[in-house]
């Protein structure tokens, strides 16, 4: 599975951008998929998740209500719609995908991943 994300780039903040991911490989439709974020001197952290018929979606607290992720199997993309951002969501947004096991917020338990976008929002 190969994933090429793109979408980043330059906002104010309280303005809005959508990041996505396009996915090549097998068996797509059948993994969940993720998006990370990792701003500079911090570690990766989890974002949003959602399972291969979208009756699973998962948000970190700090962009609940502001985030919405989604994905079009026929396509083999998952999109990242961020409203409302915040200089703190500064990133590069990375998306994922084959969650091994059931910790979805943490890094490691996934397998492919994409090589990222930057999304700076300024001040």
């Known amino acids: 599975v190969q994933l090429q994300a793109s979408g980043g780039g330059v906002v104010q903040a309280g303005g809005s951008l959508s990041v996505s991911c396009a996915a090549s490989?097998?068996?797509?439709?059948?993994?969940?998929m993720g998006w990370f974020r990792q701003a500079p001197g911090k570690e990766r952290e989890f974002v949003a998740s959602?399972?291969?018929?979208?009756?699973?979606?998962n948000y970190a607290d700090s962009v609940k209500g502001r985030f919405i992720i989604s994905r079009n199997n026929a396509k083999r993309t998952v999109n990242l719609q961020m409203n409302s951002l915040k200089p703190e969501d500064t990133a590069v947004y990375f998306c994922t995908t084959r969650l091994l096991a059931n910790d979805f917020a943490i890094a490691r338990a996934w397998t492919y991943w994409g090589q990222g976008t930057l999304v700076t929002v300024s001040s």
């Open positions: 490989g097998d068996s797509f439709s059948t993994y969940r």
């Open positions: 959602i399972n291969w018929d979208a009756s699973t979606i």
